[in-house]
């Protein structure tokens, strides 16, 4: 398994304003994901974090809006640009292993004003 | 969009009985994975069951996958009140790519 941080846990910002999520984790890793999971719903992924190259966004969400960056092997961030209240929501990072299975961060809960 | 759904919805039962969730996908995969998550915090990884699999352990949990059916299903025996929480499968179509989850089962276990 592998043990996954982020920072900050929560915060509250004022709409039209940019927050970025820190990422970090205790072991070389090569598949990097961030998530989001709105109030009440299921996690539905957000972009795939490549390592030296552009993240991959899924289906809806723009590099514009979520610029992710991955400088090395442990560390990615995931910023959420000009916000507006239907980005709150939990954000979460995960990582791959070499059996597949996929480990959590503890997410950071944001809430838009 | 959600991989597919996830039976049922809600589930409160007694501590000590035991709670069956199912999930069904829609398209192959290579691996099932099931998480449990408390009051909206991160998701604590329980089990993977590979396609080649049909059923697995670990502990108090039970997995079996029917990939003919395209459904899997997780049963917790002897339930506690610390297992109250939801849970959610999710399916990978390439071994350690991008994961697509299901709409999840809120268990509720009343002491």
């Known amino acids: 398994s592998a043990v996954i941080s982020q920072k900050p846990s929560r915060d509250i910002c004022q709409r039209g304003t940019s927050l970025t999520i820190q990422c970090q984790v205790d072991?070389?890793?090569?598949?990097m994901f961030w998530y989001r999971q709105q109030p009440g719903q299921s996690l539905t992924l957000i972009a795939t974090a490549n390592q030296g190259s552009e993240a991959t966004y899924e289906s809806g969400f723009v590099i514009d809006k979520f610029p992710i960056s991955r400088p090395n092997l442990t560390f990615s961030t995931l910023t959420v640009s000009n916000m507006s209240p239907e980005d709150s929501s939990i954000y979460l990072c995960?990582?791959?292993?070499?059996?597949?299975?996929?480990?959590f961060g503890p997410g950071t809960r944001l809430t838009v004003t | 969009s959600q991989q597919g759904e996830e039976d049922p919805q809600a589930l409160s039962i007694q501590e000590g009985e035991n709670a069956t969730m199912n999930c069904s996908y829609k398209?192959?995969?290579?691996?099932l994975q099931w998480y449990r998550q408390n009051s909206g915090r991160g998701l604590v990884h329980l089990i993977l069951i590979r396609s080649n699999e049909r059923e697995k352990h670990s502990g108090r949990l039970r997995v079996t996958l029917d990939t003919s059916k395209k459904s899997s299903s997780l049963l917790i025996t002897a339930s506690r009140a610390a297992d109250t929480a939801s849970y959610f499968c999710a399916t990978d179509e390439t071994s350690g790519s991008r994961l697509t989850f299901g709409e999840g089962t809120q268990l509720t276990v009343n002491p």
């Open positions: 072991s070389q890793v090569t598949m």
């Open positions: 995960s990582v791959g292993t070499i059996s597949y299975e996929q480990y």
């Open positions: 398209t192959s995969i290579n691996n």
